[in-house]
């Protein structure tokens, strides 16, 4: 057979890149700091790239590379991708973010200990020539607690080692199961709870609408004095200007920070502050890590283009022509589901069911269920999540999911349900695809309705009397929110009833909160599929 060819364009770990050396089916040429003409005039002959943050892999080197089938990314980031053209042309992007998961850690650790004994200011005067003993008294991490704000592999492997400094733990994680908070010894706690408790604080999410600025101005309002906090995850987790102001204002003690909002980053005052530490992120910089992210990534090559697996890709590749017509709007309605699902929800599911019915039962129907729990973890895991390795990054959340079919659907040709469950709270949504009317919601629990998925909905649980709805118009009225469609549920007159509104703009907070104050009203609960 022809041989695989790989082309590595920075430099990454040998040791790593052995495996696909050695391989008898692999060529792999090395050829460190081209520029972009260069590596147009040879693309073309090989099927996978490895790069690492050196070089940018731009859309035009995607488009000549006509034999590509995956970029590699030896590291966690993909910035210097043109993830959106990979994806267009229909090569796999995948990246190694487990690879650094001990370097990050121990850096988390290094940094606390550097912050908490002031080590980078006291080496800077002693090189100097100033022996100041006194101006350097640092604080005991053992007997503090440390808040930990994401409990991945990292934030799991920070909590073992905090604990080992006899340091108690307090954690906030959407899927951190109380079962493995206990076993892990962790005191599960809200955000607001961990900022008025915490000593310590360091983040390990990763960076989406959700965890963008949640360490921001409303957590210093309420922080213990003396906090001290730890980044080495995301820049933009913590509110860099906030975090600026705590410190100026007395709020917070300190803060170590190996990434940034901008990078490299141009604050020099934020750089220079003489309470921040800084590192120009180095969380992965080890050389064992180097090597195992090289590893990673080789071996991922090997099964994409031997056995077409794919584990750590980072993009989706088109839906192929062989995909049934009929199937497509139903991969449409299951992506939308996982969004309204999760979004209905006050904390992510432990376990999820999907039951599909009627003739739909009897086609392949594990990209639906892909599509469903991609876009239900999206939120919180953020773009790194795809069709390709939602089950893999389900199984790691310790979410189950079971799948069950069946061929007939009461009053729909096709009809597809999905339920959720957590230990306080279970959600149904039921949805089809309607003949000259396509896709719909059905079923929200008890209810029957009738809603297109569009980016604005909300939700209203309330109970039934007259003048209610009246109220709610006004209200929105009021806040310049126009309705585009408007469905109601009900069980019994005056009984329970659910309100689901279409509307052309969301709905601010003051608005919000006006109609949380109408009387029956609540459980109002917005979503966005924008």
Do not use: C
């Amino acid at each position: 057979m022809n041989k695989f060819k790989v082309l590595v364009l920075d430099p990454v770990n040998e040791e790593g890149i052995k495996e696909l050396v050695d391989h008898p089916n692999y060529e792999v040429d090395i050829q460190i700091g081209l520029d972009e003409k260069e590596i147009l005039n040879i693309i073309h002959d090989y099927q996978a790239l490895i790069v690492r943050s050196q070089t940018q892999v731009t859309e035009k080197i995607i488009q000549y590379a006509r034999n590509l089938k995956v970029i590699a990314r030896a590291g966690a980031g993909v910035d210097n991708i043109d993830v959106d053209a990979a994806t267009k042309h229909g090569v796999i992007v995948i990246n190694a973010p487990d690879g650094n998961t001990i370097s990050a850690t121990e850096h988390t650790m290094a940094m606390m200990l550097a912050l908490t004994r002031q080590i980078p200011a006291a080496h800077k005067a002693l090189s100097e020539g100033k022996w100041d003993r006194k101006k350097y008294k640092g604080t005991e991490m053992y007997g503090k607690v440390l808040g930990i704000i994401g409990v991945g592999k990292i934030g799991f492997g920070v909590a073992k080692r905090a604990q080992s400094f006899g340091m108690r733990v307090i954690a906030f994680d959407p899927y951190l199961s109380d079962e493995k908070a206990q076993e892990a010894e962790i005191e599960k706690m809200e955000v607001e709870e961990i900022a008025s408790n915490a000593d310590f604080l360091t983040v390990h999410t990763p960076l989406t609408p959700q965890t963008t600025g949640i360490v921001g101005e409303s957590f210093f309002a309420r922080a213990k004095p003396g906090l001290k906090i730890v980044n080495v995850a995301r820049g933009g987790i913590i509110d860099e200007t906030a975090l600026m102001a705590a410190l100026d204002e007395g709020k917070i003690e300190g803060a170590a920070l190996d990434v940034f909002e901008e990078e490299p980053p141009s604050n020099k005052k934020l750089l220079g502050h003489p309470r921040i530490v800084v590192t120009p992120h180095l969380g992965a910089s080890t050389i064992e890590a180097q090597e195992k992210v090289a590893i990673s990534v080789s071996r991922e090559i090997i099964d994409i283009l031997e056995n077409n697996t794919v584990i750590h890709a980072v993009n989706a590749p088109r839906m192929g022509d062989t995909i049934n017509d009929e199937l497509k709007p139903y991969i449409n309605i299951a992506t939308h589901m996982g969004g309204v699902a999760i979004q209905l929800m006050n904390r992510p599911p432990s376990e999820v069911k999907l039951k599909y019915h009627g003739e739909l039962a009897l086609d392949d129907t594990s990209l639906l269920t892909r599509s469903f729990v991609a876009n239900m973890l999206k939120p919180h895991l953020g773009e790194t999540v795809n069709i390709i390795n939602a089950l893999y990054l389900l199984q790691e959340q310790d979410v189950t999911y079971k799948v069950e079919k069946r061929g007939k659907a009461h009053g729909y040709s096709n009809y597809l349900e999905v339920e959720l469950l957590n230990g306080e709270e279970s959600l149904i949504l039921g949805a089809s695809v309607l003949n000259g009317y396509g896709e719909r919601i059905v079923k929200i629990n008890d209810f029957q309705v009738d809603i297109k998925p569009t980016n604005h909905l909300l939700f209203i649980n309330h109970l039934d009397r007259p003048g209610i709805i009246g109220e709610m118009g006004i209200t929105l009225g009021r806040y310049s929110v126009n309705i585009a469609s408007m469905q109601l549920g009900r069980t019994d007159a005056g009984g329970s009833a659910l309100l689901s509104l279409s509307l052309d703009q969301s709905v601010n907070q003051e608005a919000m909160d006006e109609l949380r104050q109408i009387e029956g009203f609540h459980n109002l609960k917005q979503v966005d599929l924008s």
